[in-house]
């Protein structure tokens, strides 16, 4: 073990800025020289947009901790690009379910208080959505929401925003990351009780207000309000013991949709997740007790929000009596679809932002219907910013919707995020409308395919944990930049965009992706908040058949060559 990595360890063993119950954790791996090294090798990367890690005590772990030293970070970058004004302005902060989140949270406003910037905090959990509108209805300068998404339930994580309601980008995200590395010792943590925040005035409770705004600004997004036999049209959703279960059932119940069942076993938010322990609509697994009830009820749809309601899964029954669980690309082609060919007054100028691993097939469908598609890197907050460039002018286009492959959707520009209830809502509507002239999801795709190509996307994930697997994720990437050149899995290759040297105007960003001779597409981007290298890969054919055995083909020998 190295010898930082042990003074580190004895420094927060030692310290009584560590609570007692904390220091007891550490003294019980004082053996444990592996666990001891995990812990305290580095410190938490504060990246482009925060945070998320295991929760626990060191420097390498998510706890109250690290999450006062990226707040202290925050509240130096808010007092010197805004000063009084900032102070003022406040900043707006939301948690999820997750263990620690209420916690985290309070200790955030606590920091910001502690240096004389007004928190607004949420009197209880709310979606990531909820709190990027917030920052936009309060005024506030910035806003965080503590939540690790849909990782499992051992993490826990931390998202900071700024005054546009979207996630950090630039200047702002390399000056906040400067700033949270700029903190590197305890004392210079500035911090008060509640009860003090509370009488300065500078901590304040959040008002129901804003949950019903919000639920307002949703429900704009409808298309169509009155769909015949929409109060009979049975619906299956579950929160999975996430924050989605009250604004969902809330705008479920005000849009007139009487016939809706929730999972009654992940209905209650809970951070232990009992029945799914990685809580993510991207896996059928989640499904199993939303298919159970709704074969007891005769629903044909089920859908699922991840913990922090920002995403959705949606599973449908085809007219084989089969479940099937269309991907993030499927589900964000068929809502495009749905909304253009019923919205009425969509601007002549409207379009619609995506990413650049989202599938290539949306650019078919947009071109056909007259609609500019804008790619970004990956990451919501680019789809945030392009959002803020269509209003500043910077671009003749008006916000349509936009989506990423990980189940992330959002029609209207309330939120600066991915939204998750709204998302249902209208995968809900269309459901619903589709049913009442005769159609489905399932067929709706098909006659998709049928007239644009059969394409079809998958991921590898591949996880590598620790100091090792870091390592292991830079070379891997390194091999593909430097030694994939005219071909890759015998296929000439027509395109390599390196997007670290930049490409097409957009950010730097550790992602590779190859465009082969016939089609192909494949990317490569380790993630920004997991120990994780991500494959994404695109085939197109003319029949599905042939389209499946494609993909299937592709991934395998990318896999091996990889390997």
């Not at 000063?83 to 989140?101: F, L, P, Q, T």
């Not at 700029?182 to 409770?205: C, M, P």
């Not at 309601?309 to 809502?335: H, M, S, T």
């Not at 601007?347 to 804008?374: G, H, Q, R, Y």
């Amino acid at each position: 073990m190295e010898k930082f990595v042990l003074e580190n360890y004895n420094k927060w063993l030692t310290s009584d800025y560590i609570d007692l119950k904390d220091r007891e954790e550490l003294e019980n791996i004082k053996t444990n020289e592996k666990e001891i090294e995990d812990r305290f090798y580095t410190n938490l990367s504060f990246g482009t947009g925060g945070m998320r890690g295991v929760r626990g005590v060191g420097t390498n772990r998510i706890n109250k901790y690290t999450i006062r030293k990226a707040t202290q970070g925050l509240a130096n970058y808010i007092l010197e690009v805004a000063g009084d004004k900032g102070k003022e302005m406040g900043v707006a902060i939301a948690y999820d379910c997750r263990i620690g989140s209420e916690e985290y949270a309070l200790n955030s406003a606590l920091v910001l208080a502690g240096n004389g910037i007004k928190a607004y905090l949420f009197k209880s959990l709310r979606s990531t959505p909820e709190l990027s509108f917030a920052v936009r209805e309060l005024k506030c300068i910035s806003g965080i929401v503590v939540t690790a998404s849909h990782n499992p339930q051992e993490y826990n994580g931390y998202k900071v925003y700024w005054n546009d309601g979207c996630q950090i980008i630039e200047p702002q995200a390399s000056g906040i990351v400067n700033s949270v590395n700029d903190v590197t010792s305890f004392d210079q943590i500035h911090i008060i009780t509640k009860e003090e925040a509370i009488e300065k005035g500078l901590l304040e409770y959040i008002s129901e207000d804003i949950d019903t705004d919000f639920i307002e600004a949703v429900k704009r997004q409808i298309i169509h309000h009155d769909i015949p036999g929409k109060e009979d049209f049975k619906i299956v959703y579950s929160p999975l013991h996430g924050t989605g279960g009250r604004p969902v059932k809330r705008v479920f119940n005000e849009t007139g949709f009487k016939s809706v069942y929730i999972v009654a076993e992940q209905e209650q938010p809970d951070g232990n997740f009992p029945t799914c322990s990685y809580a993510n609509p991207e896996d059928p697994a989640v499904f199993k007790l939303s298919i159970e009830l709704a074969e007891k009820v005769g629903a044909t749809i089920c859908m699922a929000n991840d913990p922090d309601a920002d995403r959705i899964g949606v599973a449908v029954k085809d007219e084989n009596g089969e479940w099937i669980y269309p991907n993030g690309n499927q589900i964000g082609l068929l809502l495009m679809n749905y909304i253009l060919e019923n919205k009425k007054d969509i601007p002549k100028n409207a379009a619609v932002v995506s990413t650049v691993v989202s599938t290539p097939m949306l650019d078919v469908v947009a071109k056909e219907k007259n609609v500019e598609i804008f790619r970004t890197l990956t990451g919501f907050k680019f789809i945030g910013e392009k959002i803020r460039e269509f209003e500043e002018g910077k671009y003749d286009a008006t916000f349509l919707m936009g989506f990423e492959e990980s189940y992330g959707y959002l029609v209207g520009t309330h939120a600066r995020d991915k939204d998750a209830v709204v998302s249902t809502l209208l995968i809900a509507e269309m459901a619903a409308y589709y049913n009442s002239i005769s159609t489905s999801i399932p067929k709706e795709l098909e006659k998709l395919y049928n007239k644009f190509g059969f394409y079809r996307e998958g991921i590898i994930a591949v996880t590598k944990k620790g100091k090792d697997g870091v390592e292991a994720i830079s070379k891997i990437m390194s091999n593909l930049r430097n030694n994939v050149t005219d071909s890759l899995i015998g296929k000439k290759v027509i395109s390599k965009r390196d997007f670290s040297l930049g490409y097409n105007g957009l950010p730097k960003s550790d992602v590779i992706q190859f465009v082969l001779e016939d089609n192909t597409y494949i990317t490569a981007r380790p993630s920004g908040t997991e120990p994780k290298i991500k494959y994404y890969f695109c085939i197109t054919e003319k029949t599905e058949a042939s389209a499946n055995e494609k993909l299937a083909k592709t991934m395998k020998e990318f896999e091996a060559f990889v390997d």
